[in-house]
């Protein structure tokens, strides 16, 4: 048996819109509210008073990671033992050494909240590996 691969493509908005109304039937619809865990506890990191220890996730790989939520609102985010894809990145200025390989990222704009740096550094490290 011969088999073509045609490749994949999307179908067409007209078929799309046949087969969602199938699929849905003509039942009522209804809104479903989103659990809101924080994004720290949906990345699997634990948390310990105001220290929280995880790994920053990305495409690229995890890298081990620690917060510390100080007085005021201000967070300290610390990764351990950046890569050389890291070290040659144009932000690299933004990591301060803090003894034993672990080094403070410094953020111009201050994050609202651990989750929201979480998010900040996995973008930067997959910025890194993608630049």
């Known amino acids: 048996m011969r088999i073509n691969d045609l490749g994949s493509r999307p179908a067409p ?5 046949l087969i969602s109304r199938v699929v849905r039937g003509h039942g009522p619809t209804l809104r479903v509210k989103r659990q809101e865990i924080p994004y720290w506890q949906e990345r699997g990191w634990k948390r310990q008073g105001n220290i929280y220890t995880g790994s920053y996730q990305t495409g690229h790989g995890s890298f081990l990671g620690q917060i510390t939520e100080r007085r005021g609102g201000n967070i300290e985010f610390l990764l ?3 890569s050389q894809e890291i070290r040659q990145h144009s932000h690299w200025t933004c990591f301060q050494h803090r003894g034993d390989d672990w080094y ?9 909240d651990v989750s929201s740096g979480i998010l900040i550094i996995e973008r930067l490290i997959t910025e890194a590996y993608e630049s």
């Not at 908005?13 to 819109?17: F, G």
């Not at 403070?104 to 609202?112: D, G, K």
């Open 13 to 17: 908005a007209a078929l799309r819109d």
């Open 80 to 82: 351990y033992s950046p």
């Open 104 to 112: 403070l990222v410094h953020m111009a704009r201050r994050p609202v």
